[in-house]
């Protein structure tokens, strides 16, 4: 009896050691999302661009998870808090987030004391695109190209949601690069929110993503001057590129450049760090099944909100390369522009 007992505790503890196949794995995941909520945080208020994806997203993504997705607003800093709440929160695949990659990236590059993450720490689940910006300005603007832009020699108001979000970049790189003398005013708490200033005449101009612009302009709230790239926008082809509009000074070029960098890094859709490898590799399915989906892709694309996927390992990828990529003394002119020197 004493030797039966062995065999079949020796039995046991060999079925407890081997590994669990993948299915099991995947099946074990499904059951762990079955009827509990996951929280999309969005580091701008209710109506922003962010915010107006994030919720095109999330019921997909509840679909394709088995759960509940809801959208939780976590403005501030500029979108800084949402990550930072986001860094933080538990790594159980329950916490994710729809970020803006330039207003992150420049974060830890200035080493902005706001910022309490470490970009290349996060985990990845996809990049949901990677839209040009565009300069607008208000309806009634007398100004209505770049070149005339220049000329005006006036002191340009820019709306932005803070220092390192996207708005203030944008505007701050801009304005380097042409060589205009600019104020950028922060505070607004989306995008939505600082293309209205222009539209009432507070503020003179706005840098926004492609989507929300062509959303602005469409509803002729905002007149877009050019996009801040070197490439077209899809949606403002009849407008031109900011290097096709003005002559930008050979020393002064870096700026564009090196927003674009920034603006490679696109929509992030990230969790917390340490997610455990059998949930992420679910999460990373879903979420991948989810941005093919052709209804979502239809509806994103009637609501001008086109979905561009990158896998996560690409997306890491890009994060890494911009994040420890930055020359010092490159890093040296991208501190002092944003705190305002010349």
């Given amino acids: 009896m004493i030797a039966i007992r062995r065999v079949v505790l020796l039995s046991l503890a060999l079925n407890w050691a081997l590994p669990v196949s993948p299915g099991h794995a995947q099946d074990a995941e499904k059951a762990f999302y079955a009827g509990k909520t996951v929280r999309m945080l969005v580091g701008s208020g ?25 959208v939780e607003n976590v403005p501030g800093a500029g979108g800084l808090v949402a990550l930072n709440k986001l860094y933080i929160a538990p790594p159980d695949g329950l916490s994710i987030s729809l970020v803006q990659g330039t207003m992150a990236g420049i974060a830890q590059l200035t080493g902005d ?31 209505r190209e770049v070149q005339q832009a220049i000329d005006a020699k006036m002191k340009w108001r820019w709306a932005s949601a803070g220092g390192t979000s996207g708005l203030g970049i944008g505007a701050a790189f801009t304005c380097e690069a042409l060589n205009l003398d600019c104020h950028i005013v922060q505070g607004y708490k989306s995008s939505a929110d600082a293309g209205l200033s222009v539209t009432r005449g507070e503020m003179d101009a706005v840098y926004v993503p492609e989507s929300s612009a062509n959303h602005f302009v469409k509803s002729k ?62 999460l990373q399915a879903a979420v991948k099944e989810t941005l093919h989906n052709p209804q979502l892709i239809a509806e994103g694309e009637k609501m001008e909100r086109i979905i561009e996927y990158t896998d996560p390992a690409g997306t890491l990828k890009t994060v890494t390369a911009v994040v420890n990529g930055v020359p010092p003394e490159q890093k040296a002119r991208v501190l002092k522009l944003l705190a305002g020197e010349k």
């Fill in 46 to 70: 209710v109506g922003g661009g962010y915010d107006v994806f994030s919720r095109l997203i999330a019921p997909y993504l509840s679909k394709t998870l088995g759960t509940t997705v809801i």
């Fill in 113 to 143: 004391q706001a910022a309490r993450f470490d970009l290349t720490k996060f985990t990845y689940l996809a990049t949901v695109g990677a839209p040009p910006g565009l300069w607008l300005v208000g309806p009634d603007s007398p100004i």
């Fill in 221 to 282: 709230q905002n007149w877009a001057l050019a996009t801040i790239s070197r490439t077209k926008s899809q949606f403002f082809k009849d407008r031109p590129t900011v290097f096709e509009a003005a002559k930008i000074a050979p020393d002064r070029i870096w700026a564009m450049d090196f927003l674009a960098n920034l603006e490679g890094l696109g929509r992030l859709l990230m969790a917390p760090p340490g997610v455990p490898p059998a949930r992420l590799a679910y």
